[in-house]
């Protein structure tokens, strides 16, 4: 019985995955890797949330297919992206451009360690002063 | 010197404070369209009735509405009666069939009535994201000078009107 139902089980998991991949052929090893790649790292336009490889919502399906043709087609990861920027804007990188508006983005901890550091030596300083007073 | 430092985190919750009052109430959904002050992207779509096919210089010389519709789309059945309302009132709407079969379309116009001044099909829906359309419903607001000036997603209805028709 226990058998039968691992036997089950096993079937199903194995039918799932099956269902889950989209069907799609690549043209070399590296095509495929690329896509798997670009489609972790672009985001849904519809649901906020999940990046083209999670999402189910029909507007992710079309965007995997249309990664997948320009891939195949020849085009760079770069013209994929601006591709994408061009028409659902700088939301679909879950990967923030180095831009002047993202500056405190990816600067902005930087600048908290080294503003926290100055604050630590100045403390220093001045608790090494009083003590030789 | 000392006393202003003791007021630093009050400072900071006062200012943290006044930032996050501002974003409160804010539609955490809603995103601007990357065409915002675009001209409508070239295309060449085949029109749902009589199948000629139009391109970007048949579009209205005026302002009008470009809406993304599709019989599959439950919103869109919603929206439906109040861009009859609008076409009454001489609102210029250029409808975008997405995604859908023509037959389905055709018979969804010929029983609720027919709303667009212009039916183009988008079947597989090459048009639609090269307007960086998320889904249907969806509306783009086309000024005068052809640019592109809002985009609505989801159901126009008179609520979002109010808002949009600025924009005309």
């Known amino acids: ?48 949330n999940q990046n083209l490889a999670d999402s189910n919502s029909g507007i992710s399906v ?3 297919q249309q990664v997948h043709n320009m891939i195949e087609a020849g085009k760079t990861d770069q013209e994929i992206i601006d591709y994408m920027v061009t028409r659902y804007g700088t939301f679909v990188l879950y990967r923030p451009q180095n831009t002047p508006a993202t500056f405190l983005l990816w600067y902005g901890p930087f600048i908290l360690l080294l503003g926290g550091v100055v604050l630590f030596v100045v403390v220093l300083m001045k608790s090494r002063r009083r003590r030789r007073k | 010197m000392k006393r202003i430092l003791l007021f630093m985190p009050f400072l900071v919750f006062l200012v943290l404070g006044v930032v996050f009052y501002f974003l409160l109430g804010k539609d ?6 990357a065409l915002i002050g675009q001209s409508v992207p070239p295309f060449q779509l085949v029109t749902l ?14 302002s009008y509405l470009i809406n993304f519709w599709g019989t599959w789309c439950p919103s869109c059945h919603v929206e439906h009666p109040y861009l009859m309302t609008l076409a009454e009132q001489g609102v ?10 023509q037959t389905a379309a055709k018979q969804w116009l010929r029983d609720k009535g027919d709303p667009y001044a212009l039916v183009l099909m988008d079947e597989l829906g090459q048009f639609g994201l090269d307007m960086g359309v998320t889904g249907a419903p969806e509306t783009f607001v086309v000024n005068a000078e052809g640019k592109i000036a809002y985009r ?17």
Not at chain 1, 24 to 39: A, C, D, H, P
Not at chain 2, 49 to 62: A, R, S, V
């Open chain 1, 1 to 48: 019985m226990i058998k039968q139902l691992l036997m089950c089980l096993t079937l199903f998991a194995l039918v799932n995955t099956a269902l889950a991949e989209e069907l799609l052929t690549f043209r070399s090893e590296l095509n495929q890797v690329r896509y798997q790649s670009l489609i972790k790292e672009l985001r849904c336009p519809k649901c906020q």
């Open chain 1, 62 to 64: 079309d965007l995997r």
């Open chain 2, 28 to 33: 955490t959904q809603y995103m601007p369209s």
């Open chain 2, 49 to 62: 009735k009589g199948e000629k096919l139009k391109q970007t210089d048949d579009l209205p010389k005026g």
């Open chain 2, 92 to 101: 210029t709407i250029i409808g975008i069939d997405y995604k859908d079969q």
């Open chain 2, 152 to 168: 609505l997603q989801g159901v126009l209805n008179a609520q979002s009107w109010q808002m949009i028709k600025a924009y005309l």
